[in-house]
C-alpha cells in the first residue's frame, strides 16, 4: 500500500500534472505547427522548390546504373539518399522559424514580468544614494544602518 500512496503523492505533485499538460499542449502545439508549415508556408516556397527535386538525389552504392531513387529501391540497391536529407533540413529550417514566429508573438502579449522590488515603496540610502526598500534598516548595497541608533557602518 506505500508504494501506491507514494505514486498517488507523485501523480498529484504539481510538476508531474504540468508536465501531462504540457505534453497534450506540445501535441496540439505540433499538429499546428505542422498545419502552419504544411498548408500556408511550404505551397509558396514549393513554386521555386518545385523546379528543384532533391528527393531524387542519391548516390548508388552497389555499382549498377539506377535513372531514379524508386528503381533503385525497387532493386533493393543500397543509396545514400542525400538528396532526402536536404529536403528534410529544409523543412526542419522552416518549422523551426514557423516555432520561432508564433513563440515570438506569444511572448509579445505576456505582460512583462516584474520584479517585486518593484512593487515595494522605495526610499534612497542617504550614504549611497541607491534605491533600496522603504522598510529597509540595513543597506543591501553598502551595508551602512539606517536606524537613527545604530552606527554608520555595519562591521562586517
Not at 505534453?23 to 499538429?31: D, P, T
Not at 513554386?47 to 524508386?70: D, H, K, Q
Not at 520561432?100 to 514580468?113: L, S
Not at 518593484?118 to 534598516?137: F, G, H, L, R
Amino acid at each position: 500500500m506505500g508504494l501506491f500512496r507514494e505514486f498517488k503523492q507523485f501523480a498529484v505533485r504539481g510538476s508531474a500534472v504540468e508536465m501531462g499538460v504540457g505534453m497534450v499542449l506540445g501535441a496540439a502545439f505540433s499538429g499546428f505547427i505542422d498545419s502552419l508549415v504544411t498548408d500556408m508556408l511550404l505551397p509558396p516556397i514549393g513554386l521555386v522548390y518545385a523546379s528543384m527535386n532533391f528527393e531524387s538525389l542519391f548516390i548508388n552504392l552497389s555499382g549498377g546504373y539506377y535513372p531514379t531513387l524508386a528503381a533503385a529501391k525497387e532493386a533493393g540497391a543500397a543509396t545514400i539518399n542525400y538528396g532526402m536529407f536536404i529536403s528534410a533540413t529544409i523543412r526542419f529550417i522552416i518549422v523551426m522559424f514557423a516555432v520561432f514566429m508564433v513563440v515570438r508573438q506569444i511572448n509579445r502579449w505576456k505582460k512583462p514580468h516584474r520584479h517585486p522590488m518593484d512593487a515595494m515603496t522605495k526610499k534612497e540610502c542617504p550614504y549611497c544614494c541607491m534605491p533600496i526598500p522603504s522598510q529597509a534598516v540595513i543597506c543591501p548595497n553598502c551595508s551602512s544602518s539606517l536606524s537613527v541608533d545604530q552606527p554608520r557602518w555595519r562591521v562586517k
